[in-house]
């Protein structure tokens, strides 16, 4: 995995910092490995954003920091992570989620035109909410299963292509030194 070019989309730890709300977690977040870039820290980072990124609650990215100081993950890479939902893509995941829910419990499904997802307390809200928390939930395992053994699958491709890059260059030059 190329490091440079995560290191030019990643925050900077003072940039992180400047985010209101993260101060609460002071020298926490001093620690040298929550910023480093290996194969274990992105692969769990992916795995924790991701996951986070399913959780229907304000305050994702607190989570998400907070699982990633507990797993030494990569903070910043688990912070961004949480913007896979945005405004943009939210409606349709979690759309997908609430069906995904219905679908495991096997509930039917309601009109979710009617509902008034600004409101979690209104009554057609509470009728999906089980269903529509277990999709999230369910979903936000799947995406960290799959991001985890992606990201770490990825690594190790990068790796051994490196390491097969490498002998060619040195068989390379051998062969040109013999001559």
Same mark, same amino acid.
């Given at each position: 995995?190329?490091?440079?070019?995560?290191?030019? *989309?990643?925050?900077?730890?003072?940039? %992180?910092?400047?985010?209101?709300?993260?101060?609460?977690?002071?020298?926490?977040?001093?620690?040298?490995?929550?910023?480093?870039?290996?194969?274990?820290? /992105?692969?769990?980072?992916?795995? /924790?954003?991701?996951?986070?990124?399913? #959780?229907?609650?304000?305050?994702?990215?607190?989570?998400?920091?907070?699982?990633?100081?507990?797993?030494?993950?990569?903070?910043?890479?688990?912070?961004?992570?949480?913007?896979?939902?945005?405004? /943009?893509?939210?409606?349709?995941? *979690?759309?997908?989620? *609430?069906?995904?829910?219905?679908? %495991?419990?096997?509930?039917?499904?309601?009109?979710?035109?009617?509902?008034?997802?600004?409101?979690?307390?209104?009554?057609?809200?509470?009728? #999906?909410?089980?269903?529509?928390?277990?999709?999230?939930?369910?979903?936000?395992?799947?995406?960290?299963?799959?991001? *985890?053994?992606?990201?770490?699958?990825?690594?190790?491709?990068? /790796?051994?292509?490196? %390491?097969?890059?490498?002998?060619?260059?040195?068989?390379?030059?051998?062969?040109?030194?013999?001559?």
């Amino acid at each position: 995995m190329p490091k440079r070019s995560l290191r030019k *989309y990643l925050p900077s730890p003072a940039r %992180l910092m400047r985010v209101s709300g993260f101060k609460r977690f002071g020298n926490l977040l001093d620690r040298r490995e929550l910023w480093h870039i290996s194969r274990t820290s /992105i692969a769990r980072a992916t795995a /924790i954003g991701l996951f986070c990124s399913m #959780i229907p609650l304000p305050g994702q990215m607190f989570i998400a920091v907070f699982l990633a100081i507990r797993f030494s993950a990569n903070v910043p890479l688990s912070f961004m992570l949480i913007f896979v939902t945005n405004p /943009i893509t939210m409606p349709v995941i *979690y759309l997908g989620a *609430y069906l995904f829910g219905s679908a %495991l419990l096997g509930a039917p499904i309601l009109d979710v035109t009617a509902v008034d997802w600004l409101n979690p307390l209104s009554a057609e809200f509470l009728g #999906i909410f089980p269903a529509f928390i277990l999709g999230c939930a369910v979903m936000g395992l799947i995406a960290a299963f799959l991001g *985890y053994f992606i990201a770490d699958g990825l690594w190790r491709l990068r /790796i051994s292509q490196r %390491l097969t890059e490498r002998a060619r260059n040195r068989l390379a030059r051998r062969r040109a030194t013999k001559r």
